[in-house]
């Protein structure tokens, strides 16, 4: 490392970057990364298919920072038009500042696009983490402040990088999901037998229920996937974007370039009656974690959600040494299955001085009540009196 100054680009197009660079940021270059969602090939499929970019209200700005004709960092950083698809939520930020005559988008948005999956935010290569992840934070503070934007926010990113960023007077938020952890299980009996008697009967139960629903569950990974089953899961997720977003986020082209791109990064669960794929549950594959992402259906069946989303996930994690399962936003009854609450982070910077030291202050209360909340519900986990200190 050298004392040369720090150069910081932004892009409006992937392809400006080379796949090796962007990935050495990324971690992508040796194995699998710790999640797939940064990596050059998850984000420029979301480029390439229509799901940002023009009309999508996420606006490619990807930053990188460049040292001796070096790029030292990168950071996947949009121009956003609205709040939807970030699931730490601002909507009422967004009132408040244009009920005080402000404007509020277009905002800078450092994420990955509908992905509620924590992850580092702030890319940089080996030896490289605390200098890329400055001038990265400088370089976006700056971008907003130049063209007069309300603000900038970094969501779903790691602790260590919320620590950080508040160092360098960024506001820290914290949220909840709930993870399940492997407690280096054997076997799905070995998890269940670290459950009290009564939530380990209602999981057999359950999972007993919603493979009696008259077919038969497979899981699929790699050339397993074939070109129909991402006709078939399009079809569930079309179902599923419908009802709780209004529109899909995701374009049928994703998919294809999924299958083209990405089909080593992902677990296809499928439940299969009479030959046809009636439900199914996406799964994107870490280095220690598996993310669930989306699950849709054509038929109704007790209890297959659960076993799609949560307990097929859970086998396979077991079978492959995973540590654990990220199963996306929301969701109390995720709690009694096994999954417990954990802490999620984001970065937020304001333009207006008054309006940040006003959400500064709600951000101090509700860390508060989130750390409470993780608190009482853990308390209600399923798990034995003796094995609860493995699993807080």
């Known amino acids: 490392m050298t004392d040369t ?3 910081i680009a932004a892009h409006a197009d992937l392809t400006t970057v080379s796949e090796e660079d962007w990935d050495a940021c990324a971690g992508a270059l040796d194995g699998r990364p710790d999640d797939p969602f940064t990596t050059y090939r998850f984000l420029r499929a979301l480029e390439v298919s229509g799901s940002v970019g023009p009309g999508s209200g996420w606006q490619p700005r990807y930053l990188t920072a460049h040292q001796d004709g070096q790029i030292i960092a990168a950071a996947p950083l949009y121009a956003k038009g609205h709040s939807q698809g970030e699931y730490i939520f601002d909507h009422n930020w967004a009132h408040a500042y244009e009920n005080a005559g402000g404007r509020y988008y277009p905002k800078l948005q450092i994420a990955v696009p509908f992905t509620p999956a924590t992850g580092r935010r702030f890319l940089t290569r080996p030896g490289f983490e605390v200098l890329g992840t400055s001038a990265l934070t400088q370089g976006a503070v ?3 402040a130049e063209n007069s934007l309300s603000s900038l926010h ?3 990113c790691t602790e260590a990088e919320a620590i950080a960023g508040e160092e360098m007077g960024l506001l820290r938020r914290v949220g909840q999901q709930f993870h399940w952890v492997n407690n280096s299980y054997e076997s799905f009996d070995d998890f269940l037998a670290s459950l009290a008697s009564r939530k380990r009967k209602n999981l057999r139960k359950e999972r007993a229920q919603a493979q009696a ?19 078939a899961f399009w079809e569930f997720y079309q179902d599923t974007g419908h009802r709780k977003w209004g529109s899909p986020y995701l374009t049928r082209s994703f998919f294809e370039e999924a299958h083209a791109h990405l089909r080593d990064d992902i677990l296809m669960v499928l439940a299969v009656r009479a030959g046809r794929p009636v439900a199914g549950a996406l799964n994107f594959i870490g280095r220690d974690t598996l993310f669930g992402r989306y699950w849709g259906c054509t038929e109704h069946h007790p209890a297959l959600h659960f076993e799609l989303c949560y307990y ?7 079978a ?3 540590g654990k399962v990220e199963a996306g936003a929301q969701g109390e009854h995720k709690l009694a299955r096994g999954y417990l609450p954990v802490p999620t982070y984001s970065l937020h910077w304001f333009r207006d001085e008054g309006f940040r030291d006003a959400v500064a202050k709600y951000l101090d209360a509700e860390r508060d009540a989130v750390d409470h909340e993780i608190e009482i519900l853990t308390s209600y986990g399923p798990f034995r009196k003796d094995n609860r200190e493995d699993h807080q």
């Open 5 to 7: 100054p720090v150069e």
């Open 142 to 144: 700056q971008i907003a």
């Open 154 to 156: 970094a969501t779903f």
């Open 213 to 231: 629903f008259g077919g038969e569950i497979i899981s699929l990974t790699g050339e397993q996937i074939q070109p129909e089953h991402w006709d």
């Open 312 to 318: 097929q996930a859970i086998d396979f994690a077991i």
């Open 320 to 322: 492959q040494g995973l």
